[in-house]
């Protein structure tokens, strides 16, 4: 059971607009900076934007990022069959003083 | 370029210690505002953090594997360490470890690619 709640699964055909939601509390989400990080199976999780949009050398700026309140989303426009992969968020925990994660949302483009 | 690289056995019995290593280049462990972390991330499933080390050497575990992890570092071969005894089943999982910026904004910027461990007899 993971701290912070994502939906499983989302989808998309190529060119749509995606957002993977994630869920958290006042202690995480709700306090401070959520990251997100995305993961082609077999391979290790990558950084994939971070506080306010502040993405690493080369990823694109489809990728966004929002946050209200306990709740923050990943938007992906432009969908494309490279960004197929699984996306998990994560924030520090102030109760855990630690870092904690979703469960992980699968993205699959049709 | 940081780079981190997770080393130690693929197999591991029931009840015995999981002993891992992860040796960075690129950056020292004991500079900076970044925590040394252990993540692991079992098959089909979600990324757990295990714990971390300062770059003072104090450590900081999940609490839900405190009472059977340990994480150390060793500056002379900029190296961490992790061991978690009493090993059951549900402790095989594919174990990572990465840096955690820390300053100002938290995010972890570098991972090692990962090693898995199998607990069986």
């Known amino acids: 059971q993971s701290v912070l709640t994502q939906p499983p699964s989302a989808s998309g055909t190529p060119g749509q607009r995606v957002t993977i939601s994630c869920s958290g509390s006042s202690s995480n989400v709700g306090t401070n900076t959520v990251n997100w990080y995305h993961q082609v199976p077999g391979t290790a999780p990558k950084l994939l934007i971070y506080f306010n949009n502040q993405r690493p050398s080369g990823v694109p700026d489809r990728f966004s990022v929002s946050k209200s309140g306990t709740s923050a989303s990943l938007a992906i426009s432009g969908l494309q069959s490279e960004d197929e992969a699984d996306y998990y968020c994560?924030?520090?925990?102030?109760?855990?003083?630690?870092?904690?994660f979703g469960g992980g949302t699968k993205l699959t483009v049709l | 370029q940081v780079q981190l690289q997770e080393s130690g056995p693929g197999l591991v019995k029931p009840s015995q210690t999981l002993s891992l290593t992860c040796t960075v280049s690129g950056g020292s462990i004991r500079t900076g505002s970044y925590h040394w972390s252990w993540i692991r991330q079992p098959a089909g499933k979600g990324l757990e953090w295990i714990g971390h080390?300062?770059?003072?050497?104090?450590?900081t575990y999940n609490p839900s594997l405190k009472s059977r992890v340990t994480i150390s570092g060793d500056t002379s071969k900029n190296q961490l360490s992790l061991n978690l005894s009493s090993v059951t089943a549900a402790d095989t999982a594919v174990y990572y470890c990465a840096r955690y910026s820390v300053g100002g904004v938290y995010f972890f910027d570098y991972w090692g690619q990962g090693t898995l461990v199998t607990v069986s007899s």
């Open positions: 080390i300062y770059t003072s050497g104090d450590t």
């Open positions: 994560a924030a520090w925990d102030d109760s855990l003083n630690g870092p904690v």
